[in-house]
């Protein structure tokens, strides 16, 4: 079994729902068995949005909801009502993305940690776990999940670009990692290095297309298809074989979301 953990089936990316739904079907005809798309992160419009790709293939695919930290400043508290009654949907497997984003600073850092925390006491609320996003935040991210008490609900470092200390930090609080398409790039030397040396229980694989688009098809537009490019590179580097790496990535995905 092979899953994209994380990618953006949003139809405004994709070319419409006709758009989406082509998507689907090259990834199936490429192997994929699941996929998790993201509704967070193209404002807060996204998350019903993916709920409802979700709804529409409910054989292959479920959705996550959260408020991205680049949206934290869209946060209101009739918005944020919205996004919790979505994840009481049983198409939703866990709130986020969420988490700070110092890199970009699209929202106040401020306005960033106090979305953060509300999406994590309502996650904890619910018994749903968690997607982080974390760009340059100097350690705050972790601070935050350890003082909010987090980690026995699930948290999943999505597009995880941190060195290997930080990765042990991480899974030694009994959370995961999940890569990205960066496994296949140049200058992911350091990915590959936290690939080489993660425990094997718990490594996702993920697109998080559009973006992040895996050698050899950098330049086009990302597709969960393309998570083999990715489950292939990564078993490389553990020097397994692809077959058992995937089915390994899709068993902690499994568990990680609570999806038989
Ligand atoms: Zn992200
Ligand atoms: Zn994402």
Not at 84 to 112: C, I, K, N, T, W
Not at 196 to 217: K, N, Q, V, Y
Request: hydrophobic share 40%; glycine share 8%; aromatic share 8%.
């Amino acid at each position: 079994m092979l899953i994209d953990s994380h990618c953006h089936l949003d139809p405004t990316v994709f070319g419409g729902d006709s758009g989406v739904d082509d998507a689907v079907a090259r990834a199936r005809a490429a192997g994929v068995d699941r996929m998790i798309t993201i509704g967070s992160g193209y404002g807060f419009e996204s998350a019903g949005r993916a709920l409802a790709v979700a709804r529409r293939h409910p054989d292959i695919l479920r959705a996550s909801v959260g408020l991205h930290p680049h949206d934290a400043k869209l946060a209101t508290d009739d918005n944020l009502a919205a996004l919790y009654a979505m994840a009481d949907a049983p198409e939703v497997v866990a709130l986020g993305e969420m988490g700070l984003d110092f890199h970009y600073d699209s929202s106040p850092r401020e306005e960033q940690r106090v979305v953060f925390r509300e999406q994590l006491r309502a996650a904890r609320a619910r018994s749903l776990p968690v997607i982080i996003h974390d760009r340059e935040s100097a350690g705050e991210t972790l601070a935050i999940l350890d003082e909010e008490a987090a980690w026995a609900g699930g948290v999943l470092y999505h597009c995880y670009t941190g060195d290997v200390a930080m990765m042990e930090e991480i899974v030694g609080r009994g959370g995961y990692v999940s890569i990205p398409g960066i496994v296949t790039f140049k200058n992911g030397d350091t990915m590959r290095e936290v690939v080489a040396r993660a425990p094997g229980d718990r490594i996702l694989l993920e697109t998080d297309s559009p973006f992040l688009t895996p050698i050899p098809f950098r330049g086009r537009r990302n597709e969960p298809a393309y998570v083999t490019y990715v489950a292939q590179k990564v078993a490389e580097v553990r020097g397994v074989d692809v077959a058992e790496m995937s089915e390994q990535a899709a068993a902690n995905t499994r568990r990680f979301f609570r999806w038989d």
